[in-house]
């Protein structure tokens, strides 16, 4: 399968751990910001990443294609299939891709991705964004993280990558979560980060950061 996009963002690191978790094999192939020529824009009617080629097919919006991967490669089972924690896990990759995605592109833009692209930032918006939004999120995940130290059923599961995602590029560019005030929430990210699957993501996308930055 192809995906095509840019490594940094959430939503293309979303699908690349899920496919990586599920063992697809999956080619990397660049998508979107004026880049990817005729075939990403078939893919990707909106001109948005991550979108996904199968032969003939092609679908765009990480839930999408992980709908279409999990469909495919059912194990390992990564979306709860018991009605209150598939119902949960659908409901933290929503709270991900909308709420915590919201602030994380205000602060990553404005302090990391915009300077990579060349175009104007605001570095007050993201201080803006990491002093007013940041703690309401955090203080929610450290008060529903289970002990097991997983979101939802006690394992890994979508809720866990999808979560991850935004988070992994907030702490990019801030330190607020080595406050100590969130230890289950540093706890759980560590744990999920340290997965060959986000590590192996996490250090292609710095290699291609730093590249981007030269
Ligand atoms: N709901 C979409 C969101 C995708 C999205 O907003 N991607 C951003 C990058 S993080 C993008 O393509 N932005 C370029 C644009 O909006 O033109 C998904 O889950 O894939």
Redesign the pocket.
Known sequence: MIVY??R?????R??LVFAAEKGIAVEMRP???GRGGEEFARA?P?????ALQDGDFTI??????ITYMDTLHPEPNLIPLEARARARTIWYEEFA?TIV?ATG?KIFFNRVAGKLMGLPCDPAAADRAEAEKMPDLYDYLESVMPQSGYLVEDRFTLADIAVACPLINICYCSDGLKSGRWPRVLAWLDAVRARPSFAEAMEKEQRAMGKAAA
């Open positions: 996009g840019a940094p963002s959430p939503f293309v979303k699908v998508g979107g910001f990707s909106f001109a948005k990443m991550p765009s919006d990480s839930s999408a294609i891709d995605q592109q």
